[in-house]
């Protein structure tokens, strides 16, 4: 890959589950980096690796996107199947990934996913563009997020593309790409939610051809969203099926089965790590003292047999359902461990309900720091996969009204107006 100093800007939306590649067009609209993956062809790239032992005994062999899935899918019990990465970057308990007998550091990880991508591209990333607008959340995921720390491994895992490396707040991005829709100036509230994160900028649009057609006002943030919701589905229908809440007998007393396991296993991007020496070592001595054996071995059947891929396909395939019905069936089969159950989407509102009470004073906190009222807003764009949630889409419609409420490239808008962010000359105004 050679650097093209009069090259297009390309923007990088770098997400929790999905990654999106735009190429800038010079006043044009953007171009979208279009994958030829296994099942379809798409912009938008699994943010997953996959790792397998290589045939030629050169060690590890690997892949991203799509095909991480696909070889995953062939050949679940001698790969190693990760996902959700990025949701590590801001955390300090976060040092080395254990991946067979190799260790990889988050930068690590994200140079790899890097250099996959761009060879999944069809040439189209060959030559480097002569500047990189990198999404970045408003606040990272992580209970204690050190934003410095994720700002070391960003700039470590971007340093390959060898151009100049420019980070934007994530909902800046769909901002603009939505200023492209308006035709008279307005004030408008972002919402994007991921995968990790839940990010709002307030932003006033110009009039068309203004000099400057979007200022940014005011950003806040709260480390949940998508996976978040997915860990209270599987808090609620898998993790008692598990052992959770159960006990084990210590010293002629019964103690609670430590919670870690039961976290560690319930998030995406800690899962597959389970399956080392250590860890399977110190489930096979629990499942000794349990005081229910059976479900500690169920555990150990789940992370044995990689089946952490299809226990996500399940979740989302519930939500998603959810989403466009009022109840929906969850379904959940392999190693031995079976799991059914009808679930209302009151019950899931119900289960994600203190959730949803965070996010809304982060709408809150991006208010009060823009110094905007919610009268004072005309149009709600929301974006992100998690949007789609009827009670996601209900907090703004009781506060700003059903007529306020746009949507749409709820995968690429991101993406798309980061790029749009890389042709303008003031970029440093924009920059996080």
Known sequence: MQTDAGGPALGLD???????????????????????????????????????????????????????????????????????????????????????????????????????????????????????????????????????????????????????????????????????????????????????????????????????????????????????????????????????????????KELEIPRAYFADFADWSRLALMRNRKTMTELERLQKTAVDPDAIGRMIAVIENELGYPLYDAVGSLKRALSSGEDAHFHFAGAGLEIEADVTRAQFEGWIADDVVRIEAAVDRALEVANVGGGEIDRVFLTGGSSLIPRIRRIFVERFGEAAIMSGGELTSIAHGLALIGEQDDIAAWSA
């Open 14 to 252: 770098f997400g929790t589950t999905n990654s999106v590649v735009a190429l800038g067009t010079r006043g044009g609209t953007p171009e979208l980096v279009t994958f030829a993956a296994p099942a379809e062809t798409s912009p938008v790239f699994r943010s997953a690796l996959c790792f397998w032992q290589d045939d030629s005994g050169k060690g590890l062999a690997s892949d991203a996107g799509p095909w991480a899935i696909a070889e995953y899918m062939e050949y679940p019990l001698d790969s190693r199947f990760i996902q959700s990465f990025k949701s590590v970057a801001a955390m300090k308990t976060f040092e080395q990934a254990s991946v067979f007998d190799k260790r990889y550091r988050f930068e690590e990880m994200g140079q790899l996913f890097l250099e996959k991508l761009i060879s999944h591209a069809g040439g189209k990333l060959d030559t480097r563009p002569h500047r990189i607008v990198v999404g970045r959340p408003v606040e990272y995921a992580g209970a204690r997020p050190d934003e410095a720390l994720a700002r070391t491994r960003y700039d470590a895992m971007f340093k390959g593309f060898g151009a100049e490396i420019h980070y934007v707040y994530e909902p800046l991005g769909a901002a603009y790409s939505y200023a492209t829709r308006l035709t008279e100036p307005a004030t408008i509230l972002v919402a994007d939610f991921g995968g990790g994160t839940s990010d709002f900028s307030v932003v006033r649009v110009a009039e068309p051809g203004a000099a400057r057609r979007c200022t940014p006002l005011g950003h806040a943030g709260v480390g949940i969203a998508g996976d978040r919701f997915d860990y209270r589905i599987l808090d609620r229908l898998v993790l008692p099926m598990l052992g959770k809440g159960g006990a084990y007998k210590s010293f002629g």
